[in-house]
């Protein structure tokens, strides 16, 4: 039977191996991997390139209520489009239910915003900001069983903290239903505290965003969430790690036997605080929770993406325009810390900066790579085997790498609906040049060839495969 695609003479890299080869896509799978394979409607050359499984980014803020007045910078299409341009195959972004709002009626509307609209795979997260009885006992263990099957909360932000009790319940609903709780670890009465002493103080700009939000105010909601875990007996995913304390409390958690995934982000590898501390209001720029530390934090995130303290690789993409034309009131560059939107966009760097960074410079391997990039991710939320691998079987979501370019990244040439990147004039070697969304060829040598509306929700299940025996 003639396939539909061959991809010929590539060097092909899963989570365990790479190894010479050709791989066949036939219906939107991988039907066979091997030598001098021929027989195709369609034949890409992938000579001197790296054929690796697409990315998946399973932290990613899209369309997401952000506060009054403020509007995120991305829906549904510019969103995917920057991550397909970054070489990811599949994304998760957050259904936020908003305060009084059932968990239904938060995911109709993001069905309704994301339908139609993706260039890649979409599959949503949960937030939960109001765990009522009845979102707890009903709503959830419903949606879990339809494919909706990991839960953030968070433990900072007001409107959105829960207190310790209301986590537990959270927890209690993963370990029934066998759904993955992410959680956002900050000390909110400890930043409420700090902020008002700076404001008191004068000293509101944007660098009071990164001494209100210390690391001991990290290190101890993580220490409290892992220990929640532990006392409710179920796995957890520690998102956003910023800094080695945070790193030695999931460590610690772990050799108690807590099954914890870590979570870290370019920004914790690349950006410091001194990033927030100029003289001008271009530091609103990089604002993000938690914020970024020095170069010892930045070492430690290393040496975490290098031993395995870390899991997975997430850009954390949350992104504001800086000069907004629709809204002059809180754009980036507020007039105080306190009304700068937290996050910053990343869905289009996040791969070429670890590629570059770690694979180019030798702190990580191929297999690594896509480990922290993709099978991890699909394997934590969900989405494996049918994601996450170039095997027999699975979605042929494929990123095909040019090791050799180099690039200097310009927001200007990114495809999202910032108008900044944090990493304006990093410059990195290999850039990932064509990109294969469940067999379809999407961007072909850097050319977008795909439509609007190619990509597809997809359902998780409860990981019938964790990474760290959870299931
Ligand atoms: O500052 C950040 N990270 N904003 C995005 C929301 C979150 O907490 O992940
Ligand atoms: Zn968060
Ligand atoms: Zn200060
Ligand atoms: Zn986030």
């Known amino acids: ?126 937030i939960i900001s109001d765990p009522t009885a009845s979102v707890l006992g009903q709503e959830l263990p419903a949606l879990v069983a339809g494919g909706y099957t990991s839960l953030k909360v968070f433990m900072t932000y007001e409107g959105l903290r829960l207190n310790d009790a209301e986590i537990l319940k959270v927890l209690d609903v993963s370990r029934e239903t066998g759904a993955t709780v992410m959680v956002h670890c900050e000390n909110e009465d400890a930043i409420l505290f700090l902020i008002a002493k700076h404001e008191l103080a004068g000293d509101v700009a944007p660098r009071a965003h990164a001494s209100t939000r210390p690391i001991a105010v990290e290190r101890e909601a993580t220490h409290r969430a892992l220990s929640l875990a532990e006392v409710v007996d179920v796995p957890i995913v520690i998102v956003h790690v910023s800094n080695g304390e945070a790193m030695d409390e999931i460590a610690r958690a772990r050799a108690r036997g807590v099954k914890v995934v870590g979570e ?81 966009p990343g869905v289009e760097t ?29 394997k934590t939320y969900g989405l494996y085997p049918q994601k996450g691998s170039i095997a027999i079987g699975a979605d042929a979501d494929i990123t095909i790498w040019d090791p050799e370019a180099k690039r200097t990244i310009r927001h200007a040439e990114l495809h999202d609906g910032s108008d900044y990147s944090p990493y304006e004039g990093m410059y990195v070697t290999g850039w990932p040049v064509t990109t294969i969304v469940a067999g379809a060829v999407m961007v072909e040598d850097g050319i977008l060839v795909g439509k609007k509306g190619q990509g597809k929700y997809r359902p998780a299940t409860t990981r019938p495969v964790g990474i760290r025996g959870q299931a």
């Open 1 to 126: 039977s003639e396939f539909d695609l061959i991809i010929a003479n590539g060097t092909v890299a899963t989570a365990a191996n790479f190894f010479a080869a050709d791989i066949a896509v036939k219906d939107g799978k991988f039907v066979q991997i091997g030598q001098n394979l021929t027989g195709s409607k369609r034949r890409i050359d992938a000579s001197g390139k790296f054929v690796l499984p697409g990315g998946i980014d399973s932290h990613v803020h899209i369309s997401q209520p952000s506060g009054e007045g403020i509007v995120m910078a991305d829906d549904f299409e510019s969103g995917t489009l920057s991550a397909l341009f970054g070489g990811n195959t599949t994304i998760m972004p957050f259904c936020l239910q908003e305060k009084g709002q059932s968990m239904r009626e938060a995911l109709t509307a993001y069905h309704a915003l994301a339908d139609g609209q993706c260039y890649t795979d979409v599959s949503f997260h949960l």
């Open 350 to 378: 996040r791969l070429p900066i670890l590629f570059s960074e770690g694979v180019m410079k030798g702190r990580i391997d191929l297999p690594r790579f896509v480990a922290l990039t993709s099978t991890n991710h699909a």
């Open 264 to 344: 870290t982000c370019p920004q914790y590898l690349v950006l410091t605080a001194k990033d927030l501390d100029g003289m001008d209001w271009e530091d609103a720029k990089m604002v993000c929770s938690p914020p970024p530390r020095d170069e010892a934090a930045q070492a430690d995130c290393w040496q975490g993406i290098e031993t395995g303290v870390f899991d997975l690789f997430s850009s954390d993409h949350c992104p504001f325009r800086y000069d907004d034309p629709q809204d002059k009131l809180n754009p980036k560059g507020s007039v105080n810390f306190r009304h700068i939107p937290n996050g910053i």
